[in-house]
């Protein structure tokens, strides 16, 4: 997988029309990206993403033919000889498609009810070669290994964060969004980001899910599930 000179060209496959007209004005709207294909099946995405060779697919869970996954497998999993980027996009999160997506190449698992900012995030992610995760699925999955994770807790060292930041922390590790970040403390969701941003920088962590965990060992957020 290379990273493209100019606009990253992108395969949308998804068995909705409006999905796919509504991922490709908000993907289109991007200076950096471009659609340059789109399939409602499993099967037709495999083979235009064969002879297009986009740059990303973004793929669905649920196609008639081939179901993402298996889509998933196909281009990105174990033994593909030139893999691809493949970004899942779907209205379902259980756990059991997460785990498959990633172990067979995913580079990222979004929910289509976070909203274009996070779609936009997720395709420049895997264009940098990180991984984006939905905050609700990080969190939960976060949770169920938290308890094996818990040893003896240690004193935590002084936080490089501001108090403003910590906060950030905190939510970012209970699993909102940039728009309910900004939402719950009255700032626009663009700034939530840019918070967001520093905070990686100071922690010197990658995503949402190193903010997550540290906010864990260092007691800003309770793993525990929220009722």
Known sequence: MTTPLGPTR??????????????????????DMTVVGEAADGLTAVDLARTLR?????????????DGLEVTRRLAGPGVRDPMRVLVVTTFDHDDYVRTALRDGACGFLLKRSGPGLLLEGVRAAMAGDMLISPQITVRLLRDLAPAARGPVAPPDPSPLT??????????AEGLTNAEIGEKLFI????????IANVQAKLKVRNRVGIAAWSWENGLADPAPQE
């Open 54 to 66: 986009p740059d990303l697919v973004l793929a669905d869970i649920r196609m008639p033919g081939l």
């Open 163 to 172: 108090a403003r930041e910590q906060e950030i922390a905190r939510l970012v």
């Open 10 to 31: 992108i395969l949308i496959a998804d068995d909705q029309e409006d999905v796919r007209s509504g991922f490709r004005l908000i993907l289109g709207s991007q200076p």
């Open 188 to 195: 626009t969701a663009g700034t939530a980001k840019t918070h």
